[in-house]
């Protein structure tokens, strides 16, 4: 195996994770968060001449790729769904609690996701990425591709319009700190 | 808005087995056996359920070609459940008192494993204040575990499993719910519009209708308006009339998509809801649309104004910089349902939660 393979592993190791529960957070359903947490790093190994394959400076980059594959994540499990194909299943059955729990996660991020449905979904790209998954404001512009000032032009504006729609109340508050960049 | 649920590892091993085959991919050169994953029927309701969702972005005024409603024999067994809501209610638990809520959850009957079986006890507050608790084992004979369950702050794995409930902690969902709406037409709208979730919207109705009974106090009328809207949701057919639901007789009412069979089950004598089920199901014959919002008698799209709190009215389009042409996300932008791999024999149940008790409770983690 070759150092870029043994590189690729770590990096895996290190960010699987964050890959995962970001795209929980934007679909809902852990079975296919797992899946597209694949397809991040298949995309991810496919375009490696592009990046450097080093350390946390990556992450950005990876929820980069991660916001291209949920935006058609239909397209992104088809063009692997060959290699997703050849993944064993798991071995043993989850542990009951974890599944029950797992159960009522997937509910509750439903309706989280509802409450939001109303952002244009650039918006809401900037706004999980920013106030769920904490990224600053230059993280969030890496990932996307977009200019610093437009990631803060479109989280003011799904703050307003959150504020608009009236879900501002109890813990939304404390989800749209004011910028204070 | 609620707090996302707290992060979470991948289920144990998976971590491994993903990072193992991610590093096979890396370095497998030549293509290995192809495997077919889908029937090309499924593969091509996977499309058809695109072109469906892409629909809803222009206020679609067409009724023609719209799919029938759910089977004659499903909505036959709708009705009577409508009419039991009716006749048999359940008492209603009152602010300051819980809904206590026993049941029995099936997991995963793998090819070559047997299911696990759990227990689960939730005391969810009436009021929507304070924790509520949910008790569960670790499969027949284990241990029981304790949550208690918050949604306007996360808990720290200690706090979570504390014997005490802890401080500043709102269950928060709604639990009775009072603010649904008890005519059949609206109903059908409220579902339809409250569903997101990625799949299509026939298909994610009928979701909504399982989300929205579990673990939740529905006064008569609205379950009974809930029975008779989702006995015109298309695709929904009678499988099994006897089916043994944890020792009780069921029929067992669902819809298929991508290859799995949601199900609703209901006592064959009472008609009482039993519970629902999940299970492998490679039939590909339905084919979703519902894009179209739901048209009320005049025509007119049926946006009534939401009958849920929670629920903003729907929201126009924002003026957008002209870089930003992608699609209103009030399109189901979430991942449609995946089918299992076809290593899942048919009939395989995915997931199966059969209520054993329902009632009202004085003291949180007290079995009344």
């Given at each position: 195996m070759g150092g870029d393979e043994h590189a690729f592993g770590e990096l895996f190791d290190r960010h699987a994770r964050a890959v995962y529960n970001y795209c929980?957070?934007?679909?809902?359903?852990?079975?296919?968060a797992e899946d597209l947490t694949s397809v991040v790093f298949l995309e991810t190994w496919r375009r490696r001449d592009q990046v450097r394959m080093n350390g946390d400076s990556l992450l950005p980059w990876l929820y980069g790729v991660a916001?291209?594959v949920?935006?058609?994540?239909?397209?992104?499990?088809?063009?692997h769904?060959?290699a997703?194909?050849?993944l064993?299943?798991?071995?043993?059955?989850?542990?009951?609690?974890?599944?029950?729990?797992?159960?009522?996660?997937?509910?509750?991020?439903?309706?989280?996701?509802?409450?939001?449905?109303?952002?244009?979904?650039?918006?809401?790209?900037?706004?999980?990425?920013?106030?769920?998954e904490?990224l600053?404001?230059?993280e969030?512009?890496e990932a996307?591709?977009?200019?610093?000032?437009?990631?803060?032009?479109?989280?003011?504006?799904?703050?307003?319009?959150?504020?608009?729609?009236?879900?501002?109340?109890?813990?939304?508050?404390?989800?749209?700190?004011?910028?204070?960049? | 808005?609620?707090?996302?649920?707290?992060p979470r590892d991948m289920?144990a091993g998976r971590h491994a087995a993903r990072r193992a085959h991610l590093m096979r991919e890396m370095t497998a050169?030549?293509?290995?056996?192809?495997?077919?994953?889908?029937?090309?029927?499924?593969?091509?309701?996977?499309?058809?359920?695109?072109?469906?969702?892409?629909?809803?972005?222009?206020?679609?005024?067409?009724?023609?070609?719209?799919?029938?409603?759910?089977?004659?024999?499903?909505?036959?067994?709708?009705?009577?459940?409508?009419?039991?809501?009716?006749?048999?209610?359940?008492?209603?638990?009152?602010?300051?008192?819980?809904?206590?809520?026993?049941?029995?959850?099936?997991?995963?009957?793998?090819?070559?494993?047997?299911?696990?079986?759990?227990?689960?006890?939730?005391?969810?507050?009436?009021?929507?204040?304070?924790?509520?608790?949910?008790?569960?084992?670790?499969?027949?004979?284990?241990?029981?575990?304790?949550?208690?369950?918050?949604?306007?702050?996360?808990?720290?794995?200690?706090?979570?499993?504390?014997?005490?409930?802890?401080?500043?902690?709102?269950?928060?969902?709604?639990?009775?719910?009072?603010?649904?709406?008890?005519?059949?037409?609206?109903?059908?709208?409220?579902?339809?519009?409250?569903?997101?979730?990625?799949?299509?919207?026939?298909?994610?109705?009928?979701?909504?209708?399982?989300?929205?009974?579990?673990?939740?106090?529905?006064?008569?009328?609205?379950?009974?308006?809930?029975?008779?809207?989702?006995?015109?949701?298309?695709?929904?057919?009678?499988?099994?009339?006897?089916?043994?639901?944890?020792?009780?007789?069921?029929?067992?009412?669902?819809?298929?998509?991508?290859?799995?069979?949601?199900?609703?089950?209901?006592?064959?004598?009472?008609?009482?809801?039993?519970?629902?089920?999940?299970?492998?199901?490679?039939?590909?014959?339905?084919?979703?649309?519902?894009?179209?919002?739901?048209?009320?008698?005049?025509?007119?799209?049926?946006?009534?104004?939401?009958?849920?709190?929670?629920?903003?009215?729907?929201?126009?389009?924002?003026?957008?910089?002209?870089?930003?042409?992608?699609?209103?996300?009030?399109?189901?932008?979430?991942?449609?349902?995946?089918?299992?791999?076809?290593?899942?024999?048919?009939?395989?149940?995915?997931?199966?939660?059969?209520?054993?008790?329902?009632?009202?409770?004085?003291?949180?983690?007290?079995?009344?």
């Amino acid at each position: 195996m070759g150092g870029d393979e043994h590189a690729f592993g770590e990096l895996f190791d290190r960010h699987a994770r964050a890959v995962y529960n970001y795209c929980f957070r934007r679909t809902a359903d852990w079975s296919v968060a797992e899946d597209l947490t694949s397809v991040v790093f298949l995309e991810t190994w496919r375009r490696r001449d592009q990046v450097r394959m080093n350390g946390d400076s990556l992450l950005p980059w990876l929820y980069g790729v991660a916001t291209n594959v949920l935006r058609n994540h239909r397209r992104s499990l088809r063009r692997h769904r060959d290699a997703l194909a050849r993944l064993p299943l798991p071995a043993t059955p989850d542990e009951t609690e974890d599944a029950a729990a797992r159960v009522d996660a997937e509910r509750r991020m439903r309706e989280v996701l509802e409450s939001i449905r109303s952002l244009p979904r650039r918006d809401q790209e900037v706004l999980v990425l920013c106030v769920w998954e904490g990224l600053g404001y230059a993280e969030a512009a890496e990932a996307l591709g977009v200019p610093v000032g437009t990631v803060r032009s479109r989280l003011a504006r799904a703050r307003e319009r959150l504020r608009r729609s009236g879900h501002t109340k109890g813990a939304t508050v404390s989800l749209l700190p004011e910028e204070t960049a | 808005m609620n707090l996302p649920p707290e992060p979470r590892d991948m289920p144990a091993g998976r971590h491994a087995a993903r990072r193992a085959h991610l590093m096979r991919e890396m370095t497998a050169h030549a293509p290995m056996r192809r495997r077919r994953l889908l029937p090309i029927g499924a593969f091509t309701a996977v499309l058809a359920g695109g072109i469906a969702a892409a629909l809803v972005i222009a206020p679609a005024t067409s009724v023609g070609n719209r799919p029938p409603a759910a089977g004659a024999e499903a909505a036959e067994v709708f009705h009577r459940a409508a009419d039991a809501a009716e006749a048999n209610p359940d008492p209603a638990p009152r602010p300051g008192q819980f809904l206590y809520v026993e049941s029995r959850e099936v997991h995963a009957a793998a090819a070559d494993h047997p299911a696990s079986v759990s227990r689960r006890k939730v005391w969810l507050p009436a009021d929507r204040r304070g924790p509520g608790l949910l008790l569960s084992d670790m499969g027949e004979g284990g241990k029981w575990g304790r949550a208690w369950l918050c949604t306007n702050r996360e808990l720290s794995r200690e706090e979570s499993s504390a014997a005490r409930p802890p401080a500043r902690c709102d269950y928060h969902h709604p639990v009775v719910r009072t603010d649904l709406p008890t005519d059949p037409e609206r109903m059908h709208a409220w579902l339809y519009r409250n569903s997101r979730g990625g799949n299509p919207p026939d298909v994610q109705a009928f979701i909504t209708v399982g989300d929205t009974l579990r673990e939740a106090y529905v006064p008569p009328a609205a379950l009974s308006a809930m029975f008779k809207a989702a006995a015109r949701i298309p695709g929904v057919t009678v499988t099994d009339r006897a089916l043994d639901f944890g020792g009780r007789k069921g029929i067992a009412v669902g819809q298929t998509w991508q290859g799995v069979r949601h199900e609703l089950i209901f006592d064959a004598s009472t008609y009482r809801l039993l519970g629902e089920r999940q299970v492998v199901d490679h039939d590909a014959s339905f084919r979703p649309t519902g894009g179209a919002t739901p048209l009320s008698p005049s025509g007119e799209p049926t946006d009534l104004p939401s009958a849920d709190p929670r629920t903003p009215a729907p929201t126009l389009p924002p003026d957008r910089p002209s870089d930003e042409t992608d699609l209103p996300s009030a399109v189901p932008t979430g991942e449609p349902t995946m089918p299992p791999s076809n290593a899942w024999k048919e009939g395989t149940v995915l997931y199966q939660s059969a209520t054993v008790r329902t009632a009202v409770a004085e003291e949180i983690g007290r079995t009344p």
